[in-house]
């Protein structure tokens, strides 16, 4: 009946590849390390999307669209940046094909068209967006400016997976400019709020808010914010990020304005943003042996309503039963789909329908019909219950919301219960290896223990929380002296 | 008081790129022929981007995503596409940049980050897309596939122009794939309906429907349906172009499916795109010496309210009327401008808003208050009138309906005006020198002939309208039997 999945247990990776391929959410192609994103898992970005827009544009911000391409020489203008990513640059180097003189019907890369300078595919914007910024500020009012970009980023990965780590993925980048440095800390830290606000209360995923260790900064960013989820088999996972980049960028790109009191002076930047990888996170966040577990806020499909019927008299009795509740729930703006195709038993359907992480699901027969019910199947517990078809839509919006709380609250828990304690080396090691999870211990600060941790046992450093408590300890490695714990873990 | 336009009799090819430029639409950038599209002119796109992707979705397509880059062996399959995208591909050569050993602090290509296969970047997704739908058809329930794309592609273009020939630029492709040629062909029409539906009833933009000759068909496209529209300079600009592909794509990528009687046959397929090239049309079809002109339906801001005042106290009383009117125009779909700011005097903003088209202006004075009236200016007509603030909430939507209506009519008079029927080739070189506009002329069928018109006078066939009536005639150029006229136009 319908499609295998992995189990977790089995092979927690094959599961998840299970997951976002039988699902239908993406896939592989021909293209060496990039993905095509199927209607179904396009439609999931697509909510997500719009939802974050809209969040972006309540805080003021809108959207823009800069060039693909960076020339090498504003690639390579703000140092730290350029050597943090020339190592998976695409390059364009040339502009024109031409045929293959010694094979019919083949074409080669014409010699004679060689670009003069090489073009870098974007694996961020902050150059060719701080180059162009350049000729829209001179003065104070020019400023703030709050500009956000959807876009596709390359990054040439040599290890790819599914969302979570391919060379080519969609995402979006705010880059705003501000007269003071204060008030692009509060921007950072706003949109850090932004992230936070919707990957828990939409995506009912919990994360934790905090600042990365320098090791592990956006290159060319001053502090970098983040929030940190955790999956189920125990690794953490960066769900987003923002940066405070300082004057690197106006610098890097000589971008000045003049004040009120008509002084000169560099702009202040942030960058943030998230990517097609919260799909990634969604995915091992939630979901079970059976498939997928979507949270009703950003499911393409909340309610499928499957028919249960033999012959053509019982269908058109559900039918017209069915249309009613339809029409009642797409005005309350529920997302329903109705399946009654006839190419697929309803078993088939219902073991598609979980697979496809669909919240709830209504199946209703001829007998159901008599008896004025349905059976209403909740993806998250899977509990089937009998339900009067009197008042079914409020029955159903309700159980939509328990459902999201409910994902949150079991998510949550999970994750409370991996947050642990620990001040000594051997139960550090042993902890990554068997409970997995954060492990909060103390760092004595510097980039050469966290170099040292990351090679004995591959974890790093997820983030100092904020409004961390200080509290005097000695660091889990070299036994130095710290002023606070820090999120350790292995991550994605 | 404000900025300076070049006017379309001095200039219209400046008075073009002022209106871009100055109207904040768009500018160009550090990368040659790549444009950055301002927030102005971005919430414009995305005004026209939600209608389409409406239609789209309400004719029953999905969105999907699909690599950037394109592998050379895949690109070269469908030969014709192969040939006629050639001489504009970017490629992609390295993965990799390093450290230039000369000059510290620059990088430089790594020559072993060499790719085995290059990489184009995508200027049409027919390849990449098709060798993809290969792994999802195999029998004739997998059809129809019906799939739209929104994306970034590069055609690397010689001379380019703001949003109407860049090197980058954004569109939507529609890609599907069916089990019978009719099928196929009836979505072709379907989808240029779509577009002429939304080019003139939102785009305010008349459209002439029709085929495009042999000669200006889409590489590896059977037939190449298309909307021509006319611009103020008597050019014709190609709005949109649905392609029937017949099986082309399933040919070069060998995708078959079985039918119902479990016969093999290769998939029929059809593309269709329009670009943020529709922009460039949209500033070109109504605007005028003092800047754009929007229409209202896809209008970023449609109305803008300025307030004049002397003091805080009249401010204040404007303040409190103008935020009744604001949350009343809102309520009812209006997009709504008050702009209060401190830092322009009322004639600069009624010149920056004229010039960035915004359709309705309304000024409220202290005076105006007493009178318990606003100033409204229309900026197609550029009448102002006084209006009594009882009921301005629906006046104003009134008021925009009739704008929407009036840019329409005008622009359809226009047109009309520049069709012209001529049998003579004397008369057909001087109306395209002096009146411009379509000519509508008889052609003997050849691509000789399109080719030698071409190369005399520039003109190309831009369309064989639908439903054209037979006629016999003599061609313009060779004096051979034709049976039918179609359209010439010099065009963008």
């Known amino acids: 009946m319908g499609k295998e999945i992995t189990s977790r247990e089995q092979d927690y990776s094959q599961w998840y590849n299970d997951l976002v391929i039988k699902g239908s959410l993406a896939d592989y192609t021909a293209v060496r390390g990039c993905m095509v994103i199927k209607p179904y898992g396009f439609a999931l970005w697509e909510n997500m999307r719009d939802v974050l827009d809209r969040m972006f544009k309540d ?17 390579e203008a703000e140092e730290k940046n350029a050597e943090g990513f020339a190592k998976e640059c695409a390059v364009v180097t040339h502009y024109r094909l031409i045929a293959d003189p010694d094979k019919k019907g083949k074409l080669i890369v014409d010699p004679e068209a060689k670009l003069e300078e090489e073009l870098v595919v974007r694996p961020t914007s902050e150059a060719i967006i701080w ?3 350049k000729g829209w500020i001179q003065s104070y009012r020019d400023l703030p400016i709050l500009v956000n970009q959807w876009a596709n980023v390359v990054r040439w990965e040599m290890r790819t997976r599914l969302f979570l780590r391919t060379a080519e993925f969609l995402w979006q980048e705010g880059h705003t400019a501000h007269a003071t440095a204060e008030e692009a800390i509060a921007e950072t830290k706003q949109m850090l709020d932004v992230y936070a606000d919707f990957v828990e209360n939409w995506m009912a995923l919990p994360v934790i808010k905090g600042v990365k260790s320098p090791n592990e ?9 983040c929030i940190e989820a955790l999956m189920q088999d125990g690794k953490a996972l960066q769900a987003g990020t923002s940066h405070f980049l300082g004057q690197n960028f106006a610098k890097a790109f000589d971008v000045k304005f003049s004040d009120k009191e008509n002084k000169l002076d560099y702009v202040w930047a942030t960058s943030w943003g998230v990517s097609t990888r919260l799909i990634g996170a969604l995915v091992m966040a939630h979901s079970d042996d059976d498939g997928l577990i979507l949270p009703p ?8 309503i499957v028919p249960i019927y ?14 009613a509740i339809v029409k009642n729930l797409k005005a309350m703006g529920v997302s329903v789909k109705y399946d009654d195709s006839d190419n697929a038993r309803p078993g088939w359907k219902f073991a598609e329908y979980e697979l496809k992480g669909v919240p709830v699901r209504m199946a209703i027969g001829a007998r159901d019909l008599q008896n004025n019910v349905v059976e209403i199947a909740r993806r998250d517990t899977k509990e089937k219950t009998s339900v009067s078809i009197d008042g079914i839509e409020s029955y159903i919006k309700n159980l939509l919301d328990e459902i999201q709380v409910n994902l949150f609250a ?3 828990q999970f ?9 000594t080396w051997d139960e550090f090691v042993q902890l990554l290896d068997s409970k997995g999870g954060f492990i909060s211990a103390h760092w004595d600060g510097t980039a050469e223990t966290e170099d040292k941790i990351k090679e004995l046992t591959k974890a790093t450093i997820r983030c ?20 606070q714990r820090v999120l350790f873990a292995r991550a994605y």
Do not use: W
Not at 60 to 69: E, K, S, V
Not at 297 to 304: G, H, L, W
Not at 415 to 423: C, E, F, G, M
């Open 59 to 75: 805080t003021g911000h809108q959207n823009a669209y800069f060039p693909l391409f960076v020339p090498k020489s504003l690639f």
């Open 131 to 133: 180059s162009t910024y």
């Open 217 to 225: 900064r956006f290159a060319g960013a001053e502090d970098t914010y």
């Open 297 to 304: 806020r950003i499911a393409p499909i909340q309610v499928v």
């Open 310 to 323: 033999k012959g053509e008299e019982q269908k058109a009795q559900i039918d017209e039963k069915v249309q």
């Open 410 to 412: 079991k998510a949550r």
């Open 415 to 423: 994750r409370d219960d991996r947050i642990t304690k620990t001040d």
């Open 464 to 483: 100092i929380p904020l409004n961390n408590r200080m509290e005097e300890g000695k660091c889990i490695l070299t036994g130095n002296p710290s002023v």
